[in-house]
T-cell receptor
Framework: GESVGLHLPTLSVQEGDNSIINCAYSNSASDYFIWYKQESGKGPQFIIDIRSNMDKRQGQRVTVLLNKTVKHLSLQIAATQPGDSAVYFCAEGPPGATNKLIFGTGTLLAVQP | DAGVTQSPTHLIKTRGQQVTLRCSPKSGHDTVSWYQQALGQGPQFIFQYYEEEERQRGNFPDRFSGHQFPNYSSELNVNALLLGDSALYLC?????????????FGPGTRLTVL
């Protein structure tokens, strides 16, 4: 499949470590945020979302933090596994158009065994 | 339950030609959005269809058009292809039942324009 990791920021971690992927979003009025995982040759896969009335949300091994003051979003992955290796995108849903997602540039997560 | 499906998987065209890409949404979904993803970049929103009408549109020229059928499936048409149209075209489906609609993406169609 094609590579979506060319020229992307890269985060390299050891298997078992925790990973933190950061994202800056553009619209201070956006009220819906999502993290997607994209493996080579595949479409983006939903990981976790958060609404603007929250600052933290936890899923299975993943946590999303939202800092509206500085328009910053982060994804924390606990006990990172080789299967977590992929490109991670944050996306924001503008007010009144939450389906019209605006994606960030992506971060390539490389998990070393 | 089949997820979002797209066809074809890969397509090669030459400049000036026209192309049609197809998408079947996830069962129970009624809204289809199309995105263009250039290599090494995040997806960019093209447009969205709901109730067989274009509801929202991104910054794409009129060469990009679409259609939604009564069974909720959708087509993306691109006319007068340019080299810069080479990209992965993604379809995402969702259910318009609430203000925050999780979008499920298909595997995409890789379009190469020569």
């Amino acid at each position: 499949g094609e590579s979506v990791g060319l020229h992307l920021p890269t985060l390299s971690v050891q298997e078992g470590d925790n990973s933190i992927i950061n994202c800056a979003y553009s619209n201070s009025a956006s009220d819906y945020f999502i993290w997607y995982k994209q493996e080579s040759g595949k479409g983006p896969q939903f990981i976790i979302d958060i609404r603007s009335n929250m600052d933290k949300r936890q899923g299975q091994r993943v946590t999303v933090l939202l800092n509206k003051t500085v328009k910053h979003l982060s994804l924390q992955i606990a006990a990172t596994q080789p299967g977590d290796s992929a490109v991670y995108f944050c996306a924001e849903g503008p007010p009144g158009a939450t389906n019209k997602l605006i994606f960030g540039t992506g971060t390539l997560l490389a998990v070393q065994p | 339950d089949a997820g979002v499906t797209q066809s074809p998987t890969h397509l090669i065209k030459t400049r000036g030609q026209q192309v049609t890409l197809r998408c079947s949404p996830k069962s129970g979904h009624d809204t289809v959005s199309w995105y263009q993803q250039a290599l090494g970049q995040g997806p960019q929103f093209i447009f969205q269809y709901y109730e067989e009408e274009e509801r929202q549109r991104g910054n794409f020229p009129d060469r990009f058009s679409g259609h939604q059928f009564p069974n909720y499936s959708s087509e993306l048409n691109v006319n007068a292809l340019l080299l810069g149209d080479s990209a992965l075209y993604l379809c995402a489906s969702s259910f318009a039942g609430g203000p925050y609609n999780e979008q499920f993406f298909g595997p995409g169609t890789r379009l190469t324009v020569l």
